[in-house]
Nanobody, 130 residues
Framework: EVQLAESGGASVQTGGSLRLSCTASGGTFDGRDVGWYRQTLGNECELVATIPADTTPPEYLDSVKGRFTISKDNAPNTLTLEMTSLKPEDTAIYYC???????????????????????WGQGTLVIVSS
């Protein structure tokens, strides 16, 4: 079973940039719908960006369009989220996920019991201070 591990979370000031990475082990991202979720300090859960398994272009949450870029590299099996022009409201735990079922938007929950068959990593914390 594939396992995912995120890295790159940090504390930055408003307007800063970060690059989050997610590495898959025991499996690959090839042929899978993948994406990044985030859970804010207020426990709001959002699917921020997705890359479908087919050739469909990536999709983004409206609030991050033009600022975030998702990309996938099947060798070496890495999913990346480039974040620029960061805002305090981007503060959250960011999770990479495989076998994503949904399109970007607000989700009912980020709780493990609500993830169905999606595979998530453990998360990486991003803090954006004003």
């Amino acid at each position: 079973e594939v396992q995912l591990a995120e890295s790159g979370g940090a504390s930055v000031q408003t307007g800063g940039s970060l690059r989050l990475s997610c590495t898959a082990s025991g499996g690959t991202f090839d042929g899978r719908d993948v994406g990044w979720y985030r859970q804010t300090l207020g426990n709001e859960c959002e699917l921020v960006a997705t890359i479908p398994a087919d050739t469909t272009p990536p999709e983004y949450l409206d609030s991050v369009k033009g600022r975030f870029t998702i990309s996938k590299d099947n060798a070496p099996n890495t999913l990346t989220l480039e974040m620029t022009s960061l805002k305090p409201e981007d503060t959250a735990i960011y999770y990479c996920a495989a076998d994503v079922l949904y399109r970007p938007g607000t989700m009912p929950s980020c709780s493990p019991r609500d993830r169905g068959l999606e595979v998530w990593g453990q998360g990486t914390l991003v803090i954006v201070s004003s």
